[in-house]
């Protein structure tokens, strides 16, 4: 097989141009190619060696699928030290993104150039690991001790600017980089620039106090993980030691977080989440409608971030509402929602106010007869919502797709309304809409194909993680958590307090414990959704007495300033002494024996219920495959990353 490494000279400079798609990723065959490159300049013509990519972007990091096979030669530490040791200047040239170990190559390099819209990071805590090729120990030296800790312990990205400020990179070349990158190379040699290895530069002045504030910050905004306390002490290591042992103390730690359960489960949510894009059965050359304008159906809590969502992917928005005032109030929530972005620094009030542009309204549905794409999310009635899908048959272009945000109704009843059941699909949204990444496309009976990639090509543009589900009561979301619900219904019956359940959860690592989620949520949604059931389908009271009582108390949850906890002005939860005792009495009504409950048992009996009902859901073909699970529960309802998802922690029983 042709090595995806070619060399060659031109005049005085040694190019070595890498061709690996689909993102350079630092296999073993480019490893090797550039390693044997490098060895060829040292004995050539050449004056200067300068490193590019082909193709979208300069190397994207690892192999990551080389991970959990056995490490061949060269590894990325030798290659990054052939680099260094060079004895002619190498130049790294950088576009796209240059990420974990291709950003480590880089820093090895002498000089490094970067177009000005390439971005550079470490982002191997995002994947439980650490930099394992240096990366540590040469920012640091390069950018200084607090820079360091921001770009390794976040793993986000920075653009060229920002990286050549912090003096990661030397040089923006605007224009062609590899002839920009040639020309400079040439410049260094005509200047006898000399070899700079980042290894040998001293480490900025710094406050020794700064790697306990970033330990202390870390355990609370990273709980239960280890790679980010393994990186602020290899940081440490790169500010105290020498080199050598810098690095030994950074292979360490990347051999250890490398071997750990967390980074397995990070590692399988990294090739999850880029599967769950893929529908199995749809045609590869199909013809996708295009989306340019879409009507959002009501401007409640999620109408807002949805609408907020499109335009801020540039997509042109018409939400309808119910009366004039309503308008009023779902765009002034959409204004008050951008207000609190600009203030936290996300987005600057020029990208708002173009956004914003993007968002009009109206009352009246014939504003929606040109839109190629609807989403409605009205309230959770399943006649308001026909009704409504009768209206959008009645005034919607041919071929517009029509979307439901519902978050249990059966899209194949809603669609049988329509005289096109086959444009009809669910596009359930999360809360809040415009932060919330996951997005349940509901791929209904009748939906055509073209529909589907349509809506998962456009869930891609406006920056959802979007999963396929088939239609069932709650999708794969929601169905799960019912049995996830009625569990924690019975252990509060049996003796827990909505406290110990909450605490025992966010203990092992779920964002919100399920009470509080269900306080957030508004114990009403269900409720309502309750009327509609049998009570043979409602089943045994056991699951919903508790909550029942609570709606009927006026105890919405969070909105309503009390659910299974009160909530003051910060909403800060509170336990309430009142929702014991209704507890209790629920328990003795029903003849349920109250007693201890340990927290092993509470994470025990509740994870499990989550993996049973997605073992089921997979079973009746409702998800396509295990890992969309997982990224359902990562994305959606705050299971941690750092245990894979429900499914391959049941499978692989981690941690
Ligand atoms: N290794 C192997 N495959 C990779 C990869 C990597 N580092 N990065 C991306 N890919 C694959 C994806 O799985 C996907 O494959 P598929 O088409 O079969 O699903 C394909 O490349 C395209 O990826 P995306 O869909 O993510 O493409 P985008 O254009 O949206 O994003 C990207 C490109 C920003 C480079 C993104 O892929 C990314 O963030 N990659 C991971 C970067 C990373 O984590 N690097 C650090 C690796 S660890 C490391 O370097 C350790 C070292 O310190 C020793
Ligand atoms: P909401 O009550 O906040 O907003 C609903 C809005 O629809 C109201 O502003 C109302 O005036 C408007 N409306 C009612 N009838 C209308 C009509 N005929 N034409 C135009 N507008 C009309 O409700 P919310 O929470 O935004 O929920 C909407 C849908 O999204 C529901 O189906 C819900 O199940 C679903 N959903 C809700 C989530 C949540 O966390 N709140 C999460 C995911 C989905």
Redesign the pocket.
């Known amino acids: 097989m042709a090595s995806p490494v070619s060399y060659r000279l031109e005049g005085i400079i040694g190019i070595i141009t890498v061709d690996s798609p689909p993102v350079n990723a630092l296999s073993h065959a480019v490893r090797e190619g550039i390693f044997d490159a490098i060895s060829e300049a040292q004995g050539d013509s050449s004056e200067a060696i300068v490193i590019s990519c082909d193709g979208r972007t300069f190397f994207a990091g690892a192999d990551i699928t080389e991970f959990d096979k056995p490490l061949k030669d060269p590894g990325l530490p030798d290659l990054v030290k052939a680099i260094e040791a060079s004895s002619k200047p190498v130049v790294a040239a950088m576009h796209g993104t240059a990420l974990g170990g291709g950003f480590e190559m880089a820093l090895a390099a002498h000089y490094r150039c970067a177009m000005p819209f390439a971005k550079v990071g470490l982002p191997e805590v995002k994947l439980g690991l650490l930099p394992g090729a240096g990366g540590t120990q040469r920012t640091t030296r390069l950018a200084g001790v607090k820079a360091s800790l921001d770009l390794i312990t976040s793993g986000v990205p920075i653009v060229a600017a920002k990286a050549k400020s912090l003096g990661l990179i030397d040089k923006i070349i605007d224009g062609n980089l590899l002839s920009g990158a040639i020309a400079w190379a040439g410049q260094l040699v005509a200047d006898q620039a000399p070899i700079r290895r980042s290894s040998e530069q001293a480490v900025p002045e710094y406050d020794a106090a700064i790697f306990e504030e970033y330990r202390t910050s870390l355990r609370r905004r990273a709980r239960g993980q280890i790679a980010p306390g393994r990186i602020v002490a290899a940081v440490e290591a790169a500010a105290t030691m020498s080199f050598t042992d810098g690095l030994a103390i950074e292979k360490q730690a990347f051999l250890d977080c490398m071997a750990s359960p967390e980074s397995a489960g990070m590692r399988h949510i990294f090739f999850a989440e880029r599967e769950a894009s893929k529908v199995d059965d749809l045609p590869r050359d199909i013809v996708q409608r295009p989306i340019e304008t879409v009507g959002i159906?009501?401007?409640?809590?999620?109408?807002g971030g949805i609408a907020m969502s499109f335009a801020n992917a540039g997509i042109q928005v018409t939400m309808?509402?119910?009366s004039d005032e309503?308008l009023v109030r779902?765009l002034s929530i959409i204004d008050r929602n951008y207000a609190g972005s600009v203030k936290r620094g996300k987005l600057s009030e020029k990208q708002v106010a173009s956004y914003r542009a993007l968002i009009s309204g109206s009352t009246d549905y014939a504003a929606l007869a040109d839109v190629d794409m609807v989403v409605e999310?009205?309230?959770?009635n399943p006649d308001?919502k026909k009704k409504?899908f009768k209206q959008l048959d009645d005034v919607c272009k041919p071929g517009a797709i029509l979307a439901t945000?519902?978050?249990?109704q059966d899209v194949d009843a809603i669609a049988a309304v329509t005289s096109r059941p086959e444009d009809v699909v669910g596009m359930?949204?999360?809360?809040p809409a415009h932060i919330m990444k996951l997005l349940e496309v509901v791929r209904g009976e009748k939906t055509a194909d073209d529909v589907l990639a349509s809506v998962m090509a456009v869930a891609k543009k406006i920056r959802k993680v979007a999963v396929v589900s088939g239609v069932c009561y709650g999708f794969i979301g929601n169905r799960m958590l019912q049995p996830y619900g009625k569990t924690s219904q019975m252990l509060l019956l049996e003796g827990a307090t909505p406290q110990q359940i909450d605490s025992a959860m966010e203990s092992w690592g779920m964002a919100m414990g399920p009470l509080r989620v269900f306080d957030l949520?508004?114990l009403d949604?269900d409720y309502t959704a309750r009327q509609a059931l049998t009570d043979e389908q409602k089943g045994d009271p056991m699951f919903y007495r508790v909550p029942d009582l609570l709606v009927e108390a006026g105890r919405m949850g969070q909105k309503s300033g009390a659910g299974f906890y009160t909530y003051e002005g910060n909403r800060k939860a509170t336990s309430d002494p009142v929702v014991n005792k209704m507890i209790e009495k629920v328990a003795a009504e029903l003849g349920v024996e109250r007693r201890e409950i340990s927290d092993g048992e509470i994470v025990e009996r509740l994870i499990s219920s989550l993996v049973d009902e997605g073992r089921k859901i997979l079973d009746e073909g409702i998800a396509q495959r295990s890992s969309d699970i997982d990224i359902v529960y990562i994305y959606g309802y705050g299971f941690p990353a750092a245990r894979g998802g429900p499914m391959f922690y049941a499978d692989n029983a981690v941690g």
């Open positions: 159906i009501g401007g409640g809590t999620m109408g309808i509402e119910i309503a779902g999310a009205v309230f959770e308001l409504i945000n519902t978050s249990y359930h949204f999360f809360s949520a508004g949604i």
